[in-house]
């Protein structure tokens, strides 16, 4: 079974920083680009960032570039996000999200369940 | 950047009737476009790809049209499962990136 699990959420000061990772299982992981999504509370998605199979490939959204750092590790089927000077709005549900094909697909398939960043003081 | 739209924010529908979900993107996105299901609690699901391609194990009462900018999601007969929220997400104008529409409620009329 395809599964993405992610770990690393909580309560952060403003400011502060936050290491996302996902655990990728039941897929050759090092074959698929992979994907960060957003939810805050009550709100839609946002795209976060992507990286590609082999790492050679990262974009960020305007919302996030230069304070996250999206990374994997293929030889441990995992994903990160590095999140530093971090603000209240960048409390959301965050959700790892693989490409639906391998290589490179637009669109999203799996997701993970999500897990909760909160900014605040 | 691409904005997308969806109209209407919340659709009321009884089970069993028809429901049309429509998505609008700023500029033109060809067909690289994909609809996804969320209920609440839930991690988005992946629905419609290429705008009219049914995703793996989703059942044929969901159906995608359009291309362009004008796109539709329609659920045929309304089954209790299918009240959540449905997003629309473009792919055409990436790298950078990707954007997804606000999203349309599904609620029970």
């Known amino acids: 079974e395809v599964q993405l699990v992610e770990s690393g959420g909580g309560l952060v000061k403003p400011g502060g920083s936050l290491r996302l990772s996902c655990a990728a299982s039941?897929?050759?992981?090092?074959?698929?680009?992979m994907n960060w999504v957003r939810q805050a509370p009550g709100k839609g998605l946002e795209w976060v960032s992507s990286?590609?199979?082999?790492?050679?490939?990262?974009y960020y959204a305007d919302s996030v570039k230069g304070r996250f750092t999206i990374s994997r590790d293929n030889a441990k089927n995992s994903l990160y996000l590095q999140m530093n000077s971090l603000r209240a709005e960048d409390t959301a549900v965050y959700y790892c999200?693989?490409?639906?094909?391998?290589?490179?697909?637009?669109?999203?398939?799996?997701w993970g369940q999500g897990t909760l960043v909160t900014v605040s003081s | 950047e691409i904005v997308m739209t969806q109209s209407p924010a919340t659709l009321s529908v009884s089970p069993g009737e028809r429901a049309t979900l429509s998505c609008r993107a700023s500029?033109?996105?060809?067909?690289?476009l994909a609809w996804y299901q969320q209920k609440p609690g839930q991690a988005p699901r992946l629905l419609i790809y290429?705008?009219?391609t049914r995703a793996t194990g989703i059942p044929a009462r969901f159906s995608g049209s359009g291309s362009g900018t004008e796109f539709t999601l329609t659920i045929s007969s309304l089954q209790s499962e299918d009240f959540a929220v449905y997003y629309c997400?473009?792919?055409?104008?990436?790298?950078?990136?990707?954007?997804f529409g606000p999203g349309t409620k599904v609620d029970i009329k």
């Open positions: 999200a693989r490409d639906s094909i391998v290589g490179a697909s637009g669109w999203f398939d799996p």
């Open positions: 290429g705008a009219s």
């Open positions: 039941g897929f050759t992981f090092s074959s698929y680009s």
């Open positions: 500029q033109s996105v060809s067909s690289n």
């Open positions: 997400q473009q792919y055409n104008n990436w790298p950078p990136g990707f954007t």
């Open positions: 990286i590609s199979s082999s790492s050679s490939y990262i």
